[in-house]
């Protein structure tokens, strides 16, 4: 063979693009109210409760009972997402990369979508007539995985408990849980969640919880730790005790208690810069925002990792 058949030999390259690991959209969008806002703040209306009165007699004065009246707002914030591909690029590149960069960019967009719907949970509504007023979730809607002697992660206990947080408060509506894979991992390891006598749902048989005790589970790896928070090992209750901070920061909640506010759908455009020597430029953007319509629909809870 001749000495000279290396100059003959040739490098191989894909045309395919392959995506890096990551969180491929939104994955809380589908749990929360999705409202249309049309302003940079708007303010959504809220009714509260009113007790029916006893009639004291015949012909008795109608009563005259005032229904409560409340709001929360909502501020939209705007998100953008660009990069640039060179006319140039395209010469020296097997593949065209717009489309995969369009991809990327929606990625992207929702991965922020479901930052603000977490964000909106836990951190403080805004409401009063001019939205002015500072509401926290109260530290009664606060709760710390235990069994009874000892902080957990998450545990069938702690579920029963945070079915009887909503049921003590005559929460309706389908109910949801925001975990990381550490406490699916750990519902795994519990009995009950794994037999069929308490697990009506097969969702094992594919290696996670999707749906136990009434909660639909949805993993999330973007959820945070608590700070400078204390709590009862023994009983789970929030404000004094042991500290909890570096515990994940979970969330479970029902639909209707928490709000998008969506003022643009995610928008994206590839279009020529003349600025930039007439590359194409690929974009996204979006306008949203977030709240928390109610407090006794919203629990953050804490779970012990391991």
């Not at 395919?16 to 809380?28: A, C, I, M, P, T």
């Not at 707002?73 to 006319?87: P, S």
Request: hydrophobic share 35%.
């Amino acid at each position: 063979m001749s000495s000279q058949i290396p100059v003959s030999f040739v490098d191989q390259f894909s045309r395919n693009v392959f995506h890096l690991s990551q969180q491929k959209g939104s994955k809380l969008r589908g749990s929360v109210r999705t409202e249309t806002q049309n302003a940079e703040s708007a303010f959504y209306d809220r009714i509260g409760t009113v007790a029916a009165q006893l009639k004291t007699g015949r012909h008795s004065d109608t009563p005259q009972l005032d229904t409560p009246h409340t709001r929360r707002m909502v501020t939209l914030n705007d998100y953008e997402w660009a990069d640039l591909i060179d006319k140039e690029d395209k010469i020296k590149t097997i593949n065209d990369p717009t489309n995969d960069y369009l991809m990327a960019a929606m990625w992207a967009m929702g991965r922020s979508m479901d930052d603000v719907i977490l964000a909106s949970m836990g951190a403080d509504a805004y409401g009063g007539q001019k939205g002015a007023t500072a509401v926290a979730l109260p530290d009664t809607q606060r709760f710390a995985c235990n069994n009874g002697a000892a902080f957990t992660n998450l545990n069938v206990s702690s579920l029963r408990r945070l079915a009887r947080m909503f049921d003590d408060q005559e929460v309706e509506g389908k109910r949801f849980i925001a975990c990381a894979p550490s406490q699916i991992e750990s519902m795994l390891g519990q009995t009950e969640a794994t037999s069929s006598d308490y697990n009506t749902v097969k969702a094992l048989v594919q290696g996670e919880i999707n749906s136990f005790m009434g909660f639909e589970f949805i993993k999330t790896t973007r959820l945070g730790t608590f700070g400078a928070v204390n709590a009862s090992p023994t009983a789970g209750t929030v404000g004094a005790g042991s500290s909890v901070s570096g515990f994940r920061k979970c969330y479970a909640w029902v639909k209707e208690g928490v709000m998008l506010a969506v003022g643009s759908e995610v928008k994206a455009r590839v279009g020529e810069r003349a600025d930039k020597s007439y590359s194409n430029q690929v974009y996204a953007s979006m306008s949203i925002g977030g709240t928390r319509l109610e407090e006794v629909k919203v629990i953050e809870f804490a779970a012990k990792e391991t």
